[in-house]
């Protein structure tokens, strides 16, 4: 017989109780954030240079690098985690996150192919070629998922071959054009480092998607029971999976344009939020984004912090922490199935 699969641990606090916890660690992480780096800033200087009173130098590195620096933090981090959120409640997969299916991958080949071919194109080019290689990616994938009998596991090694393929074709760029190698390889590993006010306006026009999710959480927990239910209660349900598909992926083609290819974020921040505030996507896309958001402001906190000068990428730190997550949840879809 099988197990009946238990993804919620009951919290004793009311969720909403717990969004604004998570809002307010989400602040001071960003404030503390601001302060790392080559040159320390302490709390105390960074409330002055907001008042206008702080050294002009401190406040040019914390205008001109570091606030734009903690809004992409936030902003990706909570994309990454939505979109994650939306594939694991669309195809109803816990193992499902834009990384573990091939999505990012494909967002990632298509910007590497823009940057080793067209380096001088405009900059509003990479996000739309992101874009589209996710999109791909996406597409192939749902001709697996909508095969009869495909089962979690099955759907994760689909999409890790799809990564493969995708990785493989990003080293024949690399090799192609060694000469753009360094800047390849910074973009591939996901780093915050040199992202500034251009990045912040790209992400910024995409949070009209905000509204669309919140119309569309009721809807979402419906689909969450099934396609034939969802139907029965009167939704058209395939439209509505290929709505948020499209949205994940928008989401996913964005924030790998902006600070390339960071993973993990969108598989464990909604797990982590689905066991304190439930299933209910009201508020598990919110938390969702709030844990992603800080898990990454975390990860590029610990990149600029731990070895000052040198930086290391948030996209290796994510990695170090994701890896052995993923490998613990599929052990245990193993044993669940």
Known sequence: MKRKRTFELKSALHPYSILLMLTVTMMILALVSLGLGAIYISPLDILQNFLGNGMQSQAFILH????????????????????????????????ASPDVIGVTKGAGLAAVAVI??????????????AFVGAAVMAAIL???????????????????????????????????????????????????????WDQVFILLPFLVLVP?????????????????I???????????????????????????????????????????????????????????????SIFLLVADSLGRGLFPPIEIPAGIITAVIGVPYFLYLLRRERKIT
């Open 116 to 129: 080793v071919l067209f380096p001088q194109s405009p900059i509003i080019i990479l996000p739309l070629s």
């Open 142 to 196: 749902m001709i697996f998922v909508y095969k009869k009998g495909a089962q979690p596991n099955t759907i994760a090694l689909v999409g890790i071959a799809l990564g493969a393929i995708c990785q493989a074709g990003i080293e024949y760029f690399m090799v192609k054009f060694p000469d753009d190698v360094n800047t390849t390889l910074l973009w591939l590993t996901g780093s915050l480092w040199g992202r500034g």
């Open 64 to 95: 001109n690098y570091r606030i734009p620096r903690i809004l992409i933090a936030v902003i990706v981090g909570a994309g990454l985690a939505t979109a994650g959120a939306i594939l694991q409640g669309v195809l109803r997969n816990p193992l």
């Open 230 to 292: 969802a139907t029965g209660l009167g939704e058209r349900s395939k439209l509505l999976r290929y709505i948020l598909l499209s949205v994940s992926v928008i989401l996913i083609g964005v924030c790998v344009a902006a600070v390339g290819s960071i993973g993990f974020i969108g598989l464990i921040a909604p797990h982590i939020a689905r066991r304190l505030v439930g299933s209910k996507f009201k508020v598990l896309l919110p938390a969702s984004a709030l844990f992603g």
């Open 212 to 228: 669309v999710l919140i119309a569309l959480t009721s809807k979402m927990d419906v689909l969450s029971l099934g396609d034939d």
